[in-house]
Each structure stands twice: as structure tokens, then as C-alpha cells.
């Protein structure tokens, strides 16, 4: 909180309305940069059912939605495969009184296998699609969540393990793109095969807090960029 030095008393009446005058300025500037700082950083988290389930789990535990930070977050869990980016982010700045200071992207593992694309035409969809973003919110930071390995992938019919090399690869390509613009990638190096759920593609509770400390994490030191 701002400190003000009280003022002397004068014996000119001239100079006493001259010092009142200015205290009363300084005090306004003073309230005006109070609500100015109490605007706190929005972040927006983008995601497919992963996030969703996340989302739900911090809210069953009865947790801050805002991770503990010292943010606005607007959760946005049910944005579905990737190629549902583009929409959903429209309609998150439809409805938003002001841009993201920052963004964080976690979907893309349902969209590895598409029918009829590898993982490099995936990769030029992503790159393709982060372009666009970086169009429509220039002044917008965006951190992209790694796609977790999974025992199930939608449009698998053969081993998954090809599928988890597709997944290596793409995070990697992502990364080195997102660094080439001094943005950066969330890395799991913690949560593997064993923090899945039944389902073998969802996060078990165990792996659902790893992931939301890594997303802290994340948040954490970019906000403080």
C-alpha cells in the first residue's frame, strides 16, 4: 500500500489550498494504479475430455480452480480433438471482455490417428492452426500441453506402439516450433502408463494431480515471464 507524507500547515492560505490540491491529485493517481494492479493475469486452458476430467476432479476435492495462483482461469474442458481449436477460441473471445494474457493447449490425442493423415500432415495442422492463434491474440502467450501416452487411441487397429513413437515425435516438433517464438511446451515426464484410468486414455486420481501440478507449475513461471 502507498504511503503519503502528511502535510505541513502553512500560514499562506494560498499555499495550504496549493498543497490540498496536490494531495487530492496524488490521491486519485494513487487509486486509479490500485485498480489497475488488482486486474489480475486471465489464462484460458483449452482441452479435450482430459482437461474436462481434470476439471471435475478439482472441483470434487473442493480445490482452487485457479491452481493457487495469483490469476483469473477460464476453463474451457470441452473443446474436443483439435481440429475444434479454432471455434472454440472464437467463442471464448466472443464472450470475454479482454484477451488472454495467457493460453494453454492440452488436446491433440484424439486427433493422431485421423483417417487418412499422418503424423506429419498433423503436425502442419497444428503449426497451421498455432499460427492462427498467434494472429487472433497477438499479444498472447501459449504454452501447449504435451499429448500424454495412452494404451487406447481413437483409430487404432494395430499396436500402439507406432502410435506412442507418432506421439514422441509431434510433441517434439511442437515444442521446437513454440521455442523458435519464445513460447514454450508442459512436459509430463512424471504421469505414464500407470496413471491411467480403466478406460486406458483418462487419468486416474493420482494421475490427475500430477497433471494439475504440472499445469501449476507451468502457469507459475510463465505468468512471472
Not at 484460458?44 to 491452481?67: N, P
Request: net charge positive; aromatic share 6%; proline share 4%.
Amino acid at each position: 500500500m502507498n504511503q503519503f507524507e502528511h502535510l505541513k500547515e502553512e500560514d499562506s492560505g494560498e499555499q495550504e489550498m496549493k498543497e490540498i490540491n496536490d494531495t487530492d491529485g496524488g490521491t486519485i493517481n494513487n487509486n486509479n494504479n490500485n485498480i489497475r494492479r488488482k486486474v489480475e493475469p486471465l489464462v484460458w486452458i483449452v482441452g479435450c475430455s482430459i482437461i474436462r476430467r481434470l476439471h471435475t476432479h478439482i472441483r470434487a476435492q473442493r480445490l482452487d480452480e485457479s491452481l493457487g495462483l495469483r490469476c483469473e482461469i477460464r476453463w474451457a474442458p470441452d473443446t474436443g480433438p483439435w481440429e475444434r481449436l479454432l471455434p472454440a477460441l472464437r467463442s471464448l473471445s466472443a464472450s470475454s471482455s479482454r484477451a488472454p494474457d495467457v493460453v494453454l493447449l492440452h488436446l491433440g490425442g484424439d486427433s493422431l490417428l485421423h483417417e487418412g493423415r499422418n503424423r506429419l500432415g498433423f503436425l502442419r495442422l497444428i503449426t497451421r492452426d498455432l499460427s492462427e492463434c498467434f494472429r487472433m491474440f497477438p499479444g498472447t502467450r501459449f504454452l501447449f500441453s504435451e499429448i500424454l501416452p495412452r494404451l487406447r487411441w481413437r483409430g487404432q487397429t494395430g499396436k500402439s506402439y507406432g502410435v506412442e513413437r507418432g506421439r514422441r515425435w509431434v510433441n517434439g516438433r511442437v515444442c521446437r516450433f513454440l521455442a523458435e517464438r519464445q513460447m514454450r511446451r508442459v512436459r509430463h515426464r512424471n504421469i505414464g502408463l500407470i496413471h491411467l484410468c480403466g478406460d486406458g486414455v483418462h487419468l486416474s486420481p493420482e494421475g490427475n494431480q500430477r497433471l494439475m501440478s504440472n499445469l501449476r507449475d507451468a502457469l507459475q513461471e510463465e505468468l512471472r515471464r
